[in-house]
Nanobody, 124 residues
Framework: QVQLVESGGGLAQAGGSLRLSCAAS????????MGWFRQVPGKEREFVAA????????YYADSVKGRFTISRDNAKNTVYLQMNSLKAEDTAVYYC?????????????????WGQGTQVTVSS
């Protein structure tokens, strides 16, 4: 049973920073691509960032490119999302995701395990 537990959400001012963490358990963490998605009420969950299973490649939504950084520590079974230069439009529930298939480059929305989500609120 794969479990993903997010932490680090909260309230930040516009221009500020937050770091999200996602601790994974239940399988060999280092064999799977990991990612972050976000969702606001009334909208579909959207892709934010992903990191390859080996950690050598990263992908970002255009809306966060240059401001957010995804990273992973396979020794700690944890993936991170460093969020800088936050904007009010970054306000959302952020979900950690793990691809179900090993050795992938990214996380496919319809083939993922999900965390419970953590709220990020950015005040302007």
């Amino acid at each position: 049973q794969v479990q993903l537990v997010e932490s680090g959400g909260g309230l930040a001012q516009a221009g500020g920073s937050l770091r999200l963490s996602c601790a994974a358990s239940g399988r060999t963490f280092g064999n799977y691509a990991m990612g972050w998605f976000r969702q606001v009420p009334g909208k579909e969950r959207e892709f934010v960032a992903a990191i390859t299973w080996w950690g050598g490649g990263t992908y970002y939504a255009d809306s966060v490119k240059g401001r957010f950084t995804i990273s992973r520590d396979n020794a700690k079974n944890t993936v991170y999302l460093q969020m800088n230069s936050l904007k009010a439009e970054d306000t959302a529930v952020y979900y950690c995701a793990a691809d179900r298939s090993p050795y992938g480059a990214t996380v496919k929305h319809d083939n993922a395990y999900w965390g419970q989500g953590t709220q990020v609120t950015v005040s302007s």
